[in-house]
C-alpha cells in the first residue's frame, strides 16, 4: 500500500525536526518535504503533490490563515493545523477548522512535553488522508434558527470529533433561545474548548459555555466538555446537572463521549436525543447503544456530509443509530425529536 505523502511546514527548524520525526515513525506516512515558509511551500505542494499538509498557524511574510485560505480557494487538500496552546493559538486555530483544515495538534510547550504533544500527530494526518476535504463553498446552506420551538423537557447529548468544529456550528446556529438543554463532548485540546465554546456562543440563539462542575442542565443552554483532564457525564442530583469526574481515557478519549452518552442512558432514559457526529474512530458508538435501549431517540451524521465517516459509522452497523441525517438539517431533526410537538 502506498504510503501517505506528507509535506510539514513550519517556520522553525527544529519543529520541522520533530514533526518530521513523529510522523516517520510510523511506517505508513513518508514525509517529502519540509517548508519554512508559505512561499515556499507554495512550490513544494506544486512539485511534490502531497496528500497531506501540516501548517503552522504563526509564521513570517503570510501567516497559516492567510495561507489556507489560499490554498483552499485554489488547491483543497487535507491540511492539519499545528498550533501553540495558547488563547491567541486557540481561537486561530478554530478559525483554521471553520476554513476547511481537517484538525489541529498543539505545539509542545516545553522540551520535556514534545513526546506527549505530538503523540497524536501521525494518526490526525492518517486521518486527514481519508478524510473529505470541505471548504465553506462546499458546504450544503444550514436551516434557518428554529423560532417556533416548543420544549419537552428533552434534553440532547452530542458526541463529535474531526470535522466537528463546522458540524457543531451548523447546529447550533439552527438553535432557539428557548433551545433543549444539550451537553455535548468534542474531542479537542484542553486549552481550546473555552474559546470553541464562546465561538459557538456567538452562533447560536441559545447560551453556550464550557461546562463546569455542578451545572445545572437548563432550557436554552449548551454545556462543552472542558478538553483534557477530565470526563463530562450527566447526574441527577436536585434536577439534572453536569458532573466532571477524573479517569482514565476510554475508547481512546478524555472526555469520551461514550462516557457521556453512558451518563445520559442512566439518568435520563427515554427523555433524551443522542447525536454522533463526524470523526475518526469508535468514540461513542456503546454509549449510543446503551442510550438507545434505554428509549432515547438517536441520531447519526450521513456519510455525505462528514469529515471523516468514522464514528456515525461504527454507532450505525452497531445499531445504535435511529437514523442517518445530513448536517444541513441535522439542527432541525434535533429540535424535532425534542420538541414537545413532535
Known sequence: MAKIRVLVVDDSATMRGLITAALTRDPEIEVVGAAGDPFEARGMIKALNPDVVTLDIEM??????????????????PVV????????????????LELGAVDCVGKPTSATGTAEALAEVAEKVKAAAR???????????????????????????IGSSTGG????LTILSQFPETGPPTVITQ?????FTASFAARLDRASGAKVQEAVDGALLEPGKVYVAPGGATHLEVVRSAGLRCRL??????????????VLFNSVAQAVGDKAVGVILTGMGRDGAQGLLAMRKAGARTIGQDEQSCVVYGMPRTAFEL????KQVALSSMGQTILDLASARR
Do not use: C, W
Not at 81 to 96: D, F, I, K
Not at 165 to 168: F, M, P, Q
Not at 245 to 258: E, F, N
Open 165 to 168: 468544529v463546522e458540524a457543531l
Open 131 to 157: 478524510a473529505s476535504v470541505r471548504t465553506k463553498a462546499d458546504a450544503a446552506p444550514a436551516a434557518p434558527r428554529r423560532l417556533n420551538y416548543v420544549p419537552s423537557g428533552d434534553i440532547v447529548a
Open 60 to 77: 513570517p511574510n503570510m501567516n497559516g490563515i492567510e495561507f489556507l485560505e489560499k490554498i483552499m480557494r485554489l488547491r483543497p487538500m
Open 187 to 191: 474531542h479537542m485540546p484542553a486549552t
Open 81 to 96: 493545523m499545528v498550533s501553540s496552546l495558547t488563547q491567541a493559538g486557540a481561537e486561530m486555530t478554530l478559525r483554521a
Open 319 to 322: 445499531g445504535s443509530v435511529e
Open 245 to 258: 469526574v477524573d479517569g482514565d481515557p476510554v475508547s481512546g478519549h478524555r472526555p469520551s463521549v461514550d
